[in-house]
């Protein structure tokens, strides 16, 4: 699933603002400077880009991670809860299969959460402001 959001948030961000408005967005200095300080804001948005290259090629690792760490800590606890009595391996994991669903439920609304915020990060538009009316 992450690998799938990755593939189709590389497709939106590239279809949203093309290669050149991607990379303007990672690496261009915002605001209105001059001078000195206008070459320092380059740099420093320069490696804050390099940064945010590095933070979107571990977002499908992260949350990759975060799916299977929850999926197999689930599936271990109703493992243990079946072999814990032998005679009752049937009737002591019925309560956490409802957590589980539970767990599954807050999973799926918090990877939905962490890809639209990410999907919104790279597709926002500044609004243009409007033009000054001459009387």
């Not at 590239?14 to 380059?42: D, H, I, N, S």
């Not at 740099?43 to 804050?48: G, N, T």
């Not at 809860?81 to 391996?89: E, Q």
């Not at 639209?116 to 538009?125: G, K, N, R």
Request: glycine share 8%; hydrophobic share 60%; charged share 15%.
């Amino acid at each position: 699933m992450a690998m799938t959001f990755f593939a189709a948030w590389l497709f939106w961000a590239l279809r949203e603002q093309g290669l050149r408005g991607v990379l303007r967005e990672l690496f261009a200095p915002k605001g209105e400077t001059a001078g000195l300080m206008k070459v320092l804001m380059v740099i420093v948005f320069f490696a804050a880009g390099c940064l945010e290259v590095i933070s979107i090629l571990f977002r499908p690792v992260s949350l990759s991670f975060r799916l299977y760490g929850n999926i197999f800590a689930g599936e271990t606890m109703l493992e243990t809860m079946a072999n814990l009595v032998p005679g009752l391996g049937w009737l002591l994991p019925i309560p956490f299969y409802f957590m589980e669903l539970l767990v599954g439920l807050v999973q799926a609304l918090v990877f939905m959460l962490l890809t639209a915020v990410f999907t919104l990060l790279i597709c926002q538009h500044e609004e243009e402001a409007p033009a000054a009316a001459h009387d």
